[in-house]
């Protein structure tokens, strides 16, 4: 019998691929008429390659994820920098050195820089929430201008109703570090995410089937379930449903203009009801004579992105999981099937362990 992988993303590729190579055979679904899942690219009606999903950056730490990717596609270096409007100026985040001297005016060493953060830091113990976080790292008025409206928008919540986990994504640096990552790898795939992962699906024991619902198909022909799509709704959102956060992607392409801003993304915690604009050809090293832009809006309603980490829906999370647990037939892997806000590489690490655990072979195995 067949293994059946829901979800042509991260989490269902990787164990697709995975079973294929274990000489498997798998059907992939997706819903979505389109495989690699929120990281899906492609070129948009002016040729420049986008992501529809809003900027995906790949960065690890993690060798073995790096090496296994790297079967798959080739590389081209990139260090994302972001940098935020407040009041009418762009500045360095995370916040550096650079962003403290240029907002206040002043000319502080390292050391001095290091100095200042100690002065206005907030210290709070234990750290609890997001709020925890910022305010023991950089206090109140940075907070204020950087964080503080910005996760308003991308959450509907306040800081101090959100997960510590949140804004831990986002270190407080004294030196000019004006990277968004620092990874020992970052790079992006050479001829984009969605060439790789069909590389990675392009093996004569997987079947792709697009357009297709798990829910459309009879589960008893296939041996084994791998499930990435929500855990809510695997089980009919028995205990009701757990909160997603959506995004409304508005994609522009401006004609005869080489550059829209000075670096990958620019966020704008303060201003418009978009959290970001993210300019595709720093991502992806592209020439064209025009340029291509996203916005994000951030909403309550449609698609799932991003888990709400919150100890409320963690609890929720909880009771879904104890369903999971007991289905031996179905094994729940990814972002939205473990509920939890993970990083691409955090998922094909994880999809690795998965595989391993079903006896589909190791990575760190060398392999013909
Ligand atoms: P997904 O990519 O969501 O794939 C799940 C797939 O399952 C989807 O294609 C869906 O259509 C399908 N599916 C769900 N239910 C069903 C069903 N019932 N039947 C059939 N198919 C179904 N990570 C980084 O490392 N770097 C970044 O820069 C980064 N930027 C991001 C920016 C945004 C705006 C978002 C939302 C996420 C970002 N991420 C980033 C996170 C990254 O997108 C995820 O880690 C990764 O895509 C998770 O892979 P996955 O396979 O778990 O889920
Ligand atoms: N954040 C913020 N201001 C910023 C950047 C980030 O307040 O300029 C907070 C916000 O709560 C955000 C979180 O930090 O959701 C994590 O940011 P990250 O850029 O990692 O979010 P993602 O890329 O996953 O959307």
Known sequence: MAILVVGAGFAGTVLAERAAFAGKQVV?????????????????EHGVLVHRYGPHIFHTNAPHVADYLSRFTAWRDYEHRVLASVEGELYPIPINRITINRLYGMNLSEEEAAAYLDKVREPRDPIRTSEDVVLSSVGRDLCDKFFRNYTRKQW???????????AARIP????????????????????GFTRMFQNMLDHPNIRVELGTDFKEVDRSHFEHIFYSGPIDEYFDHRFGKLPYRSL???????????????VGTVNYPNDFAFTRITEFKHLTGQTHTGTSIVREYPQAEGDPYYPVPSEQNQQLYKQYQALADAETS????????QY????????VAQALVVAERHGLGSVREPEP
């Open 28 to 44: 992939v679904l997706d819903r979505r008429t389109h495989i690699a899942g929120n990281a899906y690219d492609h070129p948009d």
């Open 156 to 166: 509907g919540m306040d800081l101090s109703e959100l997960a510590a986990l949140v």
């Open 172 to 191: 407080t640096r004294s030196n000019d570090d004006d990277r968004y990552f620092t990874d020992s790898f970052q790079k992006m795939p050479r001829d």
């Open 248 to 262: 409304s992607f508005q994609h522009e392409h401006l004609q005869d203009q080489q550059q829209f801003q000075p």
């Open 330 to 337: 179905t094994t729940f892997v990814g972002r939205l099937a």
């Open 340 to 347: 939890r806000y993970l990083n691409m590489d955090q998922v």
